[in-house]
C-alpha cells in the first residue's frame, strides 16, 4: 500500500528584487559607501565557504599569535572582526582580554550570539574602524584580518585607519594585517563566475579594474532559483602590492615592518575564491612616540556647558518652570562629565548676561545643551549657536541653519519626500486660515507645525472624525495663533528611533535602534509620545511607556539607518542626531520628525539606546563631544598650542 508522502514546509525566501541587467560600467554603479550595506545575512551565505571555514580561521589565529607574540593576558583588538570568528577562536585558546569591532549591526549581533552559545567571554562593539572610540595606547595587538582593509573609496581614509590603530596600540604593540596581494589579484582575477551558494541559491559575479587602476570592483547578483534575483550588489577594494603597504604603513609611523609571505583560503566549495584568493600576512611594531615637551603633557580640554536658565520662566516645562525632575536632569549631567578626566568644565546658564559671557570666553569648545533656546524661548534655540557662530566660537551638535529647517515639520517632510524616505499623508494649514480643506482620513493627528518637546500633541490629538478634528484645530488655533497646524495621518504600527552620533566626513556610527512599548499603556488612551509623556509625572503616559531595543530583520534597520544617514546629511546635522518613525496599519515605517540637538538627559531616548549596548552616560557624552572635537581639529589646535609653549617661554 502506498503511504502518501509528508508534504515540504515551503521554503522562505527574500522577496525578488530588481536587476540592473548588463552594465558596461561596473564602476559607474558603485556606492562610494558600499559597505554600509553589503555586510548582511547574505554575505554571510556568498562567502561563508571562506568566512565560516574553521580551519581558515584557526590558521588565520596561528598568524596573529605567532606574528605578534600575543600572551593570554594580551589586549588584543579585531578591527573590522566581522562575526567575530578570529575573536571566538582567540577566546577559545584562553585569550581573555579580546575586543571585536566591526560597523556591521548585524555581524556584530551575530558574533554576540554566537559567544553566548560558547560561554566565550568577548567584547564585541560597534564601530567606523576610523573612528571606534577606544581608548587610546590600551592594546597590545590589533588586527586587521580577512581582507578587511582597503573599502574605502579613497586611501585617506585607510590612513585615518591606520593612524587610528597607531593611537590604539601601546608603545611595545604590533599591528598584524592580512590583505589580498593586489600585484597578483589584478593580473590574475576572474571576469565572470558563478557558483550555487546552497541548494537554492547561486551567485553571478563581475569584475573589472578601476580606472585609476587601484581598486578591483566587484559586483554580485544574487539568485533565488524560485523567486529570481534577491540582491544586485556592487563593492570594491584597493589593490594593495607589498611594495605599497609598506610604504603606507611607514607613512603612518609603524615600524619594523615584516612580511610574512601569503597565504590561499581553503573553501568549502572550492570555487571562486575573489579577493581570499592570494593575500599578504604583514605585521609591524607601532609607530614611535613623540619626543616629551620640555613642558610635559597636553593640557586638558577647556569645555564649556552651556544650558538654559533655571532662573526664568519656561512655558514648555511643566507649571511653566524648571522642575525637580530637571533638576535633578542637571545634577546627573555634572556627575556625569566629572568623571572623565580630559576634561576642565565650566557651566553657563544666566541667559541675563549669556552674550558678554560668551564674547569674553576662552575655551577650546563648548558643549550647547541649550535646547531649551535663549531666554528659554524655543523658537530661539538656534540663537545661541548663531551668537557663537558670530564670535567664532567652536561648539557641538547643529548649527542656526540645521535647527530652523528641523524645527519646521512641514519642512522636514517635503525634504524627507524628496530623498525618497517616506512619510505620512499631511495637511498643512496656515495661521489663521478659515477656508483649509480638511483631510478624510481618520484617525488622524494635529499638532503644531513648529515647536518642539511635544508641545500641543495630547492625548486628544488623534481624532477619529470631522467633528473632533474641528475641535482640536481650534483648539491648536487658539494656544498657538501663530503657528500653522499639521494634520496627518495616524500611525497605528511600531514606533521607532534611530539615533546617530559622527559627522558624514568622519563617519556616522548607529545606537542599537530603540522602539516605544506601549502595551502597559490602559485602553482607552492613544498609543503617542505626547507632552504628558515628557512633563507630567502623574500621567499614565509617564508610568505606564516604556522602551527598548528594537528586534528588527537586518534589512528593515539598515534602510531605517540609511533613511536617518541622508536626512542627517541633507539637513545640516551635526555630531548627534535622532530621528523618529512609526509603521502604518500595513507595516510601511514613515518618518514622524528629525532631531539634530536631540534630548541629552539621562533618562531620555538617546542615553537609553546607548544603554542597550552596555555604554554608559558619561560614554555617551564622551563620544558626542569627541565627534565633536574630530569635526573641528580639537586636538590638533591643542597639540600646536603645546609646541609653541616653550618658545613662547624664552621669550
Known sequence: MAIASKPKRPRRTPPARSCLGPVADLESHLPSEWWRKLFNALYVKTDGDVVENAENTRRDVDFIVSAAAVQ??????????????????????????????????????????????????????????????????????????????????????????????????????????????????????????????????????????????????????????ETGVIADQFYA????????????????????????????????????????????????????????????????????????????????????????????????????LAEMPNYKVRYLDNHATLDRDLSELKTDLVLNLCDEGFNNDPFKELHVPALMEMLEIPYTGGGPGALAACYDKGLVRAVAQSLDVPVPLETYVRPGDQGATLPSVFPALLKPNTGDSSQGITKDAVVDNERALIDYLERLKTQFPKRGVLVQEFLTGAEYSVSLIGNPDQGLRALPILEVDYSRLQDGLPRILGYESKWEPDSPYWTQVKYHEAHLPDHIQQQLIENSARLFERLGCRDYARFDFRADAKGEIKLLEVNPNPGWCWDGKLNLMASFQGMRYAELLGQILAAAEERLGIQAKLQAAAAVLPAAARV
Not at 273 to 294: E, F, H, N, T
Request: aromatic residues 6%.
Open 237 to 336: 577594494e584597493r589593490l594593495y602590492t607589498r611594495a605599497s603597504i609598506s610604504k603606507l604603513l611607514e607613512k603612518c609611523g609603524f615600524r619594523n615592518i615584516r612580511h610574512h609571505g601569503t597565504t590561499e583560503a581553503l573553501s568549502d566549495r572550492d570555487q571562486d575564491l575573489g579577493m581570499m584568493a592570494r593575500r599578504l600576512l604583514i605585521s609591524a611594531d607601532a609607530p614611535q612616540l613623540p619626543a616629551r615637551k620640555p613642558r610635559g603633557k597636553i593640557r586638558q580640554i577647556d569645555l564649556t556647558v552651556v544650558m538654559g536658565d533655571p532662573r526664568l520662566p519656561d512655558t514648555v516645562k511643566l507649571n511653566g518652570q524648571f522642575n525637580d525632575e530637571d533638576h535633578e536632569t542637571i545634577r546627573r549631567l555634572k556627575d556625569a
Open 72 to 225: 593570554p593576558h594580551s589586549q588584543i583588538l579585531d578591527l573590522c572582526c566581522g562575526q567575530g570568528r578570529h575573536c571566538l577562536e582567540l577566546a577559545r585558546r584562553g585569550f581573555r582580554n579580546v575586543t571585536g569591532v566591526d560597523r556591521s549591526r548585524y555581524l556584530i549581533r551575530l558574533a554576540r550570539k554566537r559567544a553566548q552559545a560558547e560561554g566565550l567571554q568577548v567584547v564585541f562593539k560597534e564601530g567606523d574602524a576610523r573612528n571606534p572610540r577606544l581608548n587610546e595606547a590600551s592594546y597590545d595587538c590589533v588586527a586587521i584580518m580577512g581582507n578587511s582593509f582597503g573599502y574605502f573609496s579613497n586611501q585617506q581614509d585607510d590612513e585615518k585607519v591606520l593612524a587610528t590603530v597607531g593611537k590604539l596600540l601601546r608603545p611595545s604593540g604590533q599591528i598584524v594585517l592580512d590583505i589580498t596581494d593586489g600585484g597578483y589579484m589584478a593580473e590574475h582575477f576572474d571576469r565572470r563566475s558563478w557558483e550555487w551558494i546552497d541548494e537554492h541559491h547561486f551567485v553571478c559575479r563581475e569584475r573589472s579594474i578601476s580606472q585609476d587602476k587601484e581598486r578591483l570592483i566587484s559586483r554580485e547578483v544574487i539568485v533565488n532559483d
